[in-house]
């Protein structure tokens, strides 16, 4: 027993020491505790301030002081009341706040009683407040307690937790410093605001942008984080509250963060001050439960980030502010108006129903106040304003177009609820919206887009919402209506809920047998609908689209679709793999182009989003050949244009989606989109679609009656005897088209056969579209007058997070944009139509038009960034706005048998403002108490701005002051001497810069100048924030010029025919009575030549070409041109004659410079000599009196090809047509000289004989533009145009020159064609057309071997502007060269030249040099989109230039590539897809070589191998009710029609048969039927050539192929299989005969193979699932070929035979074998009656 109370004892103690350790290690409870009995006094303060990186802006803020109190009223809960809140103000520059009192006492009239809240152990629970206590209020309480959250662990000092705050579930990072000896605590936390579980944000108008949430968090551009200090005294009795503060800080960049982010910072500070003992008392009036701690959003989100609006009565104000609207709109006071417009949609968000239907009935009638009343509906988007809506169009108060514009504004905007969304339920069974299908479509498709936003808040989507979707679908398929269906999809995929997925694959055969009678459009509508459903399920929607897209039975654009569907699931690299591992088996070409171009498209992308789908098509193009790259534009492809821009982070993708389908040759659908990216989000901005089938029946005669001809009934009966062959389905005309906006689509159209035949009806000449014509010139008649406005909500995006203070921080964009027409226009015709009218009697009519048009468009953004609530707003306020406003007033009269044609205008009199562009930011600060005396301050601090100076007001040609241009990347002739701007920045104090500059263009003859306006001013940081938030304007403005007298009218006429000369020789002479008295006795040509001043003209040119002799002469350079010293020299020269053309032209004031320039001179062509000698041996210099250019030239193919097969394409030089020799020259020095021969000269001088076409033809055209004036003559210009077209040879002239006397100024412009070889240009103004000169070349020739063209820019001298855009487009370009691909190369060329070569490597690819003075630009084989034609079984680098010199025959011959053609010469066949064969034709049996496998069954051409002779074939074609046979008899071609010899000779064309021509040329017979789809048919006797319109591919069948691009499935026999082989591909087209009387004794049969087979280990029987050729019965064969045939095999037992011919093609196919196919017969034992 003592030994039991020992150990007892023991054990007590040891218990004793172990609970003192723990009593001592544990922590001290530091949660705050407030005692009860007593109030807890504290001092509050709240600042929130926005400001920018640059101390120096403007700033705004809230500072809210006051007195916080707290007592305990139970064990968790506790009363908090906020005392004497004190808000204040601050805006602008000076660190000072202002008070406010009157919002002061509004917020202290909410914060009169206590509010109750739960607080245990440092968390804050539910909060309590009265009922009518406002939300604004009551978030300011959660500001103040938010302080009081803290989470205390026992055991730790730093930990990291997800702690509830006002902001959401954030993780927490908690720091504990405890001083225990002075019984105290300091405690910090963090907050990640981007870290949240749950977090408080509510996003407004972004339904359609959807977030990457696995985008960096670099990306964003919103970040915040919080920090907490608390300050905690405890002892014995607890712990308590000392102080706290929080400093929160949301940094926001527009841009990336090193190009400048604003800030936004709030800080709190609770200290407390004492203590007193009697209690808070409790709230008189009963408190509801409001919630946690949680930010709760109300108030703000009516409260449209615009300026404050108090409203107190709705009515009454929105009659007044809608009468203020409509007034400052027929003030054209647009941006009023603007503003107007917003302010109604915030009334109206809060109007009832009676007082919208009050302001209805007293506008109604007033025609102006419509659009305006119904746009605001629109835009407000509250469910009163829908349901108003809803009534309007059940009560026909609008008509149908009205309702066509209104129903998808209000659709789209629209706040999708509960009550709202029944409301469009009851849209989509309205009586009115079903009689109007164009309503009835915009109905569903958006109820279909307010489901989609709905659901996209909610957590689950009630499928009740997309029950009425579903039973549209349900009962268009029960009725087999195929718009309804396609109505369903569409409205279904607008939805985008994963609910529908069985729904929509009941529409795919897929997954459905029952869609497969349904048309392809269907299908491809039920995968489109798959698209918004992936942005939910990817996983789902990825394997649905791979399943289709491997289905080989569907349509190929079917297919095409789900690739595009699968992609834009962004699948990982396996899905990528193994789509491509299936295109290397892919049976159709058009899918596996399309998919591979789409891999390479998004393998090319720059796209952050897109990285990861970018790196695995990259890896997955890897797997595939070359082959699929080579393809033409006759198949499938994706084009794709896109850009990023990491600094602004941002960036767009233009994608083209070109689906092209086997029975066209052009894309049957095209889908284009454009999607926008920026920061960590994505946006579908706009996607058109456009489909069509059938349309070639539309490009052809209708009225042709193919189904009672012979023809058609004969191919009836082929059909039959070739097994398995069916015609192809009827394809009836349609084209289809929808749009999408923001990813919805919201519009659709179907047109069918009957449409579309109405359509041409009437657009193409039948009987009934005279009167169509005179009603339309009645209506003409009747004139318009009116008006019309159109304001739209452009789009309102709100983005809204809590601060800790409690007031709501908003992100928040709104646009309007006003469109407006004015016009009064009258139109009177003379005669007037009778009766009777014939469209021909407007070629003879007058017509007057009297206009008043006056367009104006108007765009206004605000921005804002900051606090915005219903009470006050602070932050800053960003305005950016267009406008364009014109006005066209003009009389006309057109003359129609006289070629006349006069415009009358009336000047400018007074400065007018055409377009305009403005931005500005403010730092603003507004109240409701004290609406009217908002503060706003620039961002900028007041300070002078420097005015524009006289200098710059000047024109843009005379502007000068050194810019920033690099010499390094200018060519120095656009940057000697001109290298200036008018750019004048200008700093001060505050840190900013002004920018001003002026162009203007002043038109003195009419009076009028028009000027460009920059003015901005931003800060001195180079940062795209600090721009962005900078002042910026730019403006056109159009103002009179003071001139000498004014000026009444302006005046244009045209005067076309022989009466052109008359009226130049008429607008002379006009007012001048001496030039009318020697009018009649002086030659019009003679005259006119001396009223255009063309006697000046030549006579400066003779001058100049004299100098230009003289200076020829002492520098050995050639004489070429027209008018003046650039002449056609320029255009063959090389930069040695470049420089003395430069020479030249400073030779008058620069003799002394003679030396200088004969020096460079020598230089150049030491430097040329020396260059070319090493070269080549085969180089020699030229010259002669003709070409003394000093022009290298080298001879001999063979030195040539080796130059050029180790030179770079940049080296070579374009030999022109005309030049002989082949071969390209090598540059080998980095100035060389051009290609020139006497060639050119001969050119030249034909260009120059006559100088002036004037001198032996009369203009064809004549052009005066005047000005009246009240005292003085008529000032403008005048222009003449004279022609003069030859064979192989054209020209054309243009004169223009000031109708006034003493001017000197001319405008010359000469074009010229000579063998269609050489195109050549001139452009020449200024002083007797000597100032300015630009000339052009273009030329046909060789580059190296190949087939090229030259086309050739030159300049001697050009204006300012000129070259201003010339250095702009020079410093781009090497950059815009770089992303597109193209190698670069420094390289001095002609100072004044720009050269660029196009070589036809092959028909696919071509080379591409461009050089520049200083640049060369060059790639070498890229793709073309359509391949070019070339010379049949010519190889292309074997072709001479005379095949490539003809312009007109490139283009007939690009045309003729667009047709199909087949051959057959001896055993060779080439077909329509371009597949080539071999195959002997067994002798006397036709084959079918084409034939229309449409249900018009136009055509049928055979084919038969005489038996004398294996060169020797025969044809026989059947078209319409004739039957033409061409053969070969002793020698001879023959020909047979109908079984006859044609009745006359050559050219023999059918009276019935439209079109029918048959032909004898180069000894050989031509059929011609276009109307029948047969373009020509060759025949000599060894060689059959066919070619058939575009119009018939993928129409077609027989040996020659379906010409539907599909090589892949070439060998397809009549019932669609898929021949092994050539040969079981020819026998299968054989036409079968009568065994007796035929001479064709060979049959197609299904044989069993006679070689023991065994089939999965066990002995088996087979049987070929197609046909093989066999003789007759009775017959043996001579002769046999093998072929590969697909066998079905059995057990050996079966009782399967070949008795009975069973469907063995329905079998399937098992073994592979070869078997022999008898090609021959021997038919002595065939037993035939007699």
């Given at each position: ?413 629209v706040t999708p609820n509960k009550k709202t969304l029944e409301i469009a339920s009851s849209f989509l069974t309205c009586p009115e919206i079903q009689k109007v299908l164009m309503h009835r479509i915009i109905v569903y498709l958006g109820y279909g887009s307010m489901v989609n936003k709905y659901c996209a808040q909610a957590l ?522 008018s750019e004048e920045p200008h700093d001060n104090n505050a840190r900013r810069r002004f920018y001003t500059r002026r162009f203007c263009k002043k038109l003195e003859v009419l009076g009028c100048s028009t000027c460009l306006s920059l003015k901005s001013q931003h800060s001195l940081r180079n940062t795209y924030l600090h721009t ?703």
């Open positions: 027993m003592n030994n039991i109370l020992k150990d007892l004892q023991k054990w007590v103690f040891f218990m004793n020491t172990f609970l003192s350790f723990l009593t001592e290690g544990q922590k001290q409870d530091l949660e705050p505790v407030f005692h009860m009995g007593k109030t807890y006094l504290y001092s509050y303060e709240s600042i929130i301030m926005h400001r920018l990186p640059d101390r120096s802006l403007a700033t705004a803020g809230l500072r809210l002081a006051s007195k916080v109190e707290i007592s305990r009223v139970s064990h968790t809960e506790h009363l908090v009341q906020i005392r004497s809140p004190k808000l204040e103000e601050h805006n602008g520059f000076v660190d000072s706040f202002t008070p406010s009192s009157k919002l002061s006492e509004t917020i202290a009239a909410c914060l009169n009683q206590p509010l109750k809240f739960e607080y245990t152990e440092g968390r804050v629970g539910t909060i309590f407040a009265p009922e009518d206590c406002p939300v604004l209020c009551t978030n300011l309480v959660r500001g103040v307690l938010n302080l009081l959250q803290i989470t205390i662990k026992k055991t730790q000092n730093v930990y990291e937790i997800q702690e509830a705050g006002i902001e959401g579930i954030c993780q927490t990072r908690y720091v504990i410093q405890d001083d225990s000896e002075n019984k105290r605590a300091t405690i910090s936390k963090s907050k990640d605001l981007e870290d949240c579980q749950d977090k408080a944000v509510r996003s407004l108008g972004v339904a359609y942008v959807r977030p990457c949430p696995t985008c960096a968090l670099k990306a964003r551009n919103i970040k915040g984080t919080e920090t907490f200090t608390y300050q905690i005294k405890y002892d014995d009795s607890g712990a308590s509250l000392t102080s706290a503060m929080s400093d929160q800080l949301y940094q926001i960049s527009p841009f990336n963060e090193p190009n400048g982010a604003a800030v936004v910072e709030a800080r709190q500070e609770l200290s407390l001050v004492g203590t007193k003992r009697p209690p808070l008392s409790a709230p008189t009036s009963q408190l509801q439960k409001q919630g946690s701690l949680r930010y709760h959003f109300s108030g703000e989100l009516l409260q449209m980030p615009i300026p404050l609006i108090r409203i107190n009565n709705p009515d009454l104000q929105l009659t007044e502010t809608l009468r203020q609207l409509v007034q400052n709109n027929e003030r054209g006071d647009t941006k009023e108006a603007s503003a107007k417009f917003l302010q109604m949609v915030q009334l109206f968000r809060v109007a009832t129903l009676d007082q919208i239907e009050s302001l209805w009935l007293r506008f109604v009638n007033e025609l102006s106040y419509r659009p305006w009343f119904l746009s605001t509906i629109c835009a407000a988007g509250a469910t009163d304003t829908f349901r108003f809506l809803k009534q309007k169009i059940h009560d026909r108060k609008l008509d149908i177009w009205e309702a066509a514009v209104t129903l998808p504004l209000a659709f789209h905007f689950l989507c009630p499928n009740e919402l997309l029950q009425p979707l579903h039973d549209l679908a349900t009962e268009a398929t029960s009725k087999g209506d195929a718009k309804d269906m396609s109505l369903a999809l569409k409205a279904t995929g607008n939805a985008g809920e994963p609910a529908s997925i069985k729904r929509i694959l009941k529409f795919l055969p897929t997954f459905s047998s029952a869609a497969t009678s349904l048309p392809n459009r269907i299908h491809a509508d039920a995968v489109l609908a798959f698209r918004k459903i992936a942005r939910k399920d990817p996983a789902k929607v990825r394997e649905l689209t791979l399943q289709v897209f491997m289905d080989s039975k569907l349509a190929p654009n079917v297919r095409m679709v789900a690739c595009v569907v699968l992609f834009e699931t962004k699948p990982a690299l396996p899905t990528v793999t193994a789509l491509a591992t299936s295109l290397l088996t892919e049976p159709s070409l058009q899918v596996a182009s399309f998919a591979y171009s789409h891999m390479k498209t998004l393998a090319a992308s720059r796209i952050p989003q897109l990285y990861k789908l970018s790196a695995a098509c990259n890896i997955a193009i890897k797997l595939l050949g070359p082959r699929l790259d080579r393809l033409s534009y006759r198949y499938s492809k994706v084009i794709q244009i896109s850009d990023y821009s990491f600094p602004y982070q941002a960036g767009a993708i233009w994608r083209v989606y070109l689906m092209n389908s086997p029975s066209t040759i052009f894309p049957s659908d095209i889908i284009t989109k454009v999607r926008g990216y920026y920061a960590n989000t994505a946006m579908d901005i706009i996607e058109v679609a456009f489909r069509s089938q059938g349309l070639t029946k539309l490009l052809r005669k209708q009225n042709i009656p193919f189904a009672e001809y012979d023809t058609y009934k004969t191919l009836k009966e082929l059909g039959k005897s070739l097994l398995g062959w069916k015609e192809l389905p009827a394809e009836d005309p349609l084209i289809s088209a929808y749009i999408k906006v923001l990813g919805q689509e919201i519009a659709f159209v179907d047109i069918d056969k009957d449409a579309i035949q109405q359509m041409m009806t009437s657009l193409t000449g039948s009987s009934d579209w005279q009167p169509v014509v005179k009603k339309v010139v009645e209506e003409v008649q009747r004139g318009v007058s009116g008006s019309w406005t159109l304001p739209v909500l452009v789009g309102e995006m709100r983005h809204i997070v809590p601060t800790v203070v409690g007031l709501p921080l908003e992100l928040g964009l709104c646009g309007a944009a006003v469109a407006q027409a004015a016009a009064d226009v009258d139109v009177k015709v003379s005669p007037p139509e009778s009766d009777d009218f014939k469209p021909s009697q407007l070629w003879e009519a007058k017509m007057d038009i009297y206009a008043d048009i006056r367009p104006k468009a108007y765009f206004h953004v605000i921005a804002m960034m900051g606090i915005n609530t219903q009470y006050f707003q602070s932050g800053y306020e960003y305005h950016a706005e267009f406008s364009a406003n014109t006005t066209m007033k003009f009389d006309a009269r057109i003359n129609m048998e006289e070629k006349n044609l006069k415009i009358e205008t009336l000047p400018c009199y007074q400065e007018a403002e055409i377009a305009a562009v403005r931005s500005e930011i403010y730092a603003i600060s507004r109240n409701m108490e004290e609406v009217d005396s908002e503060k706003k301050s620039q961002i900028f601090p007041k300070g002078e701005i420097p005015r524009i100076s006289d200098k710059q007001r000047q024109s843009a040609e005379g502007s000068s002051k050194p810019g920033s241009w690099k010499q390094s990347s200018i060519p120095n002739a656009i940057s000697k001497g001109y290298r200036r701007g962005l938030f900078g002042e910026f304007e730019a403006k056109i403005t159009l103002k009179p010029v003071r001139a000498d007298a004014d000026i009444d009218k302006i005046e244009l006429e045209v005067q076309a025919g022989s009466k052109a000369a008359s009226k130049i020789i008429e607008v002379s002479s006009s007012g001048s009575k001496e030039e009318g008295e020697a009018a009649p006795h002086e030659d019009i040509r003679a005259k006119l030549k001396k009223v255009l001043g063309i006697e000046e003209v030549l006579t400066a040119a003779n001058k100049t070409r004299r100098r230009t002799k003289r200076i020829n002469r002492e520098y050995k350079t050639e004489d070429t041109g027209l008018w003046a010293v650039s002449g056609l020299s320029h255009l063959s020269s090389s930069s040695s004659s470049s420089a003395a053309s430069s020479a030249i032209s400073r030779e008058l004031g620069d003799h002394h410079r003679k030396d200088e320039i004969r020096q460079s001179w020598k230089k150049l062509y030491s430097r040329s000599s020396s260059g070319s000698s090493a070269s080549s041996k085969a180089c020699s210099s030229s010259s002669s009196q003709e070409d003394n250019s000093g022009n290298w030239h080298c001879h001999g193919n063979s030195e040539y090809s080796n130059q050029q097969a180790n030179s770079p394409v940049y080296q070579l030089l374009f030999k022109p047509a005309d030049e002989q020799g082949t071969g390209g020259e090598i540059l080998n020095i980095s100035i060389s000289s051009s290609s020139s021969s006497a060639s050119d000269e001969d050119f030249s001088r034909a260009m120059s004989q006559p100088e002036f076409l004037g001198d032996s033809k009369l203009p064809i055209l004549a052009a005066v533009l005047r000005a009246f004036h009240r005292i003085k003559k008529p000032t403008g210009f005048q222009l003449v145009l004279y022609t003069d077209t030859q064979p192989k040879r054209w020209r054309i002239q243009m004169f223009g020159s000031s109708i006034t006397g003493p001017s000197r100024w001319k405008l010359c412009a000469d074009a010229s064609m000579i063998n269609y070889r050489k195109v050549s240009g001139f452009l020449k103004w200024g002083k007797d057309c000597q100032d300015y000169d630009i000339a052009t070349h273009i030329a046909t020739g060789q580059f190296a071997a190949f087939p090229a063209m030259q086309m050739k820019l030159e300049w001697l001298k050009v204006p300012s502007i000129i070259r201003t855009t010339a250095r702009w487009f020079y410093s781009f370009l090497p950059g815009a060269a770089y992303l597109l691909g193209f190698s670069q190369r420094q390289q001095l060329g002609p100072s004044h030249q720009a050269t660029l070569v196009l070589a036809l490597t092959s028909p696919r690819t071509c080379d591409v040099v461009f050089r520049l003075p200083e640049l060369t630009i060059y790639d070498t084989a890229i793709s073309l989109p359509l391949p070019v034609p070339s010379h049949p079984r010519t190889p292309i680098s074997a072709f001479p230039s005379s095949d490539w010199k003809d312009f007109s025959q490139a283009t007939l011959s690009l045309i003729e590539s667009l047709k199909g053609h087949c051959t057959v010469f001896q055993n060779k066949i080439t077909t329509f897809n371009g597949v080539e064969f071999n195959y002997s034709m067994p002798a006397k049996c036709y084959h079918v070589l084409l034939q229309d496998c449409s249900p018009e069954l136009k055509f049928l051409v055979t084919v038969k191998r005489l038996e004398e002779s294996a060169d020797l074939t025969t044809i026989n074609v059947k078209v319409a009710d004739h039957e033409i046979d061409m053969y070969v008899s002793d020698g001879f071609i023959q020909l047979k029609i109908n079984g006859a010899p044609p009745p006359d000779d050559l050219p023999y064309s059918s009276k019935y048969a439209t079109s029918m021509l048959i032909n004898s040329e180069k000894k050989r017979l031509t059929l011609k039927a276009p109307d029948y789809g047969i373009d020509k048919i060759y025949y000599d006797g060894h060689r059959i050539e066919i070619q058939v319109a575009f119009w018939m591919a993928g129409k077609t069948c027989g040996i020659c192929g379906k010409y539907d691009a599909e090589i892949e499935r070439e060998y397809q026999t009549p019932s669609g299989y898929l021949a092994k082989d050539a040969v079981s591909f020819g026998h299968s087209w054989i036409i079968s005969e009568d065994p007796c009387t035929g001479a064709c004794k060979l049959q197609r049969q299904l044989v069993q193979s006679e070689k023991p087979v065994s089939f999965e280990k066990t002995a088996a029987k087979c049987f070929s699932v197609e046909p093989v050729l066999r003789c007759v019965k009775g017959c043996s064969a001579t002769q046999t070929v093998p072929v590969s045939v697909g066998f079905h095999c059995v057990p050996a037992d079966s009782a399967l035979s070949l008795d009975g011919q069973p469907k063995l093609d329905q079998k399937p196919e098992d073994v592979v074998s070869s078997v022999p196919a008898h090609t021959a017969c021997s038919c002595q034992q065939q037993a035939c009656p007699a």
